[in-house]
Every structure is written in structure tokens, then in C-alpha cells.
């Protein structure tokens, strides 16, 4: 099948160097699965009483309140609790999905268009509001 050698030679250099790189590219898979894995985001309510954390996978896993939530209501408090941690899984979503942090103004209208759709789409398949429950 291998005219000589050196040809047999060169055909197992190849495979050694695929395999070098399908393993470096295993490597790198592992080591950004596992900085995705550890991807969290903390985002701030308007009126700087809610801050939410939230993981790579959109779970709430962190909360802080200010003293102040105690001057409104429980459903105001629910709601700034909801739409702050919402609003910081968007953006975690977004990270995880490779969208660059928007710097430019084109960058900037095509996040708030993307994260104006995800509400939509979020209050489409949760049609109950928080504040109507009650």
C-alpha cells in the first residue's frame, strides 16, 4: 500500500498530528465548558433595591435586598425581584452565547432589540403577571 518509507513515515506524522490537535481541541472544549459552567452575572434594579445573581444556566443564585424594599409592597418588591433577575439571565444568555458586550451604537440597538424580543417572548409563556396574581 506505501510506495516507500518515507511515505508510510509521513502518513503517521499526519495522524500524529491530527490527534495532537483533536486533543488540544478537547482541551480547549473542557476549559471553556467549565468557565461557561462558572459564567455568573449580578444585575442592579433601577432604584438600586434589588440586585439578583444569577448562573450560566439562568438560575437565581443570589439575592439582595436594601432595607428600603421594607417601605413598598411585597407584589412592587416581587416584581423589581422578577424583572431584575429576568433582565441579568438575558444578558447571562447572551454571554454564554457568544453575543459581544454592545459598544457601539449599531451594537447597542441590536442588544435592546434582541433583549425587547426575550421579554416578549418571556411574558408569551408566563401570561399570568405577578401583579395580577393577587
Known sequence: ????????????????????????????????TSRIQALTGT??????????????????????LDERTRQHSATHTSEQIVATARAERFH?????????????????????DRAYAHEERWWTDHPVRPERAL
Open 92 to 112: 447571562v444568555s447572551e454571554l454564554r452565547d457568544g453575543q459581544p458586550y454592545p459598544t457601539t451604537r449599531h451594537e447597542v440597538d441590536a442588544f435592546e
Open 43 to 64: 444585575a442592579r434594579s433601577p432604584d438600586r433595591m434589588v440586585e439578583a445573581t444569577v448562573d450560566s444556566s439562568g438560575q437565581l443564585v443570589a439575592l439582595r
Open 1 to 32: 500500500m506505501w510506495a516507500d518509507a518515507a511515505a508510510l513515515d509521513a502518513a503517521a506524522r499526519r495522524v500524529d498530528d491530527w490527534e495532537a490537535a483533536f486533543a488540544d481541541r478537547a482541551r480547549r472544549t473542557r476549559s471553556l
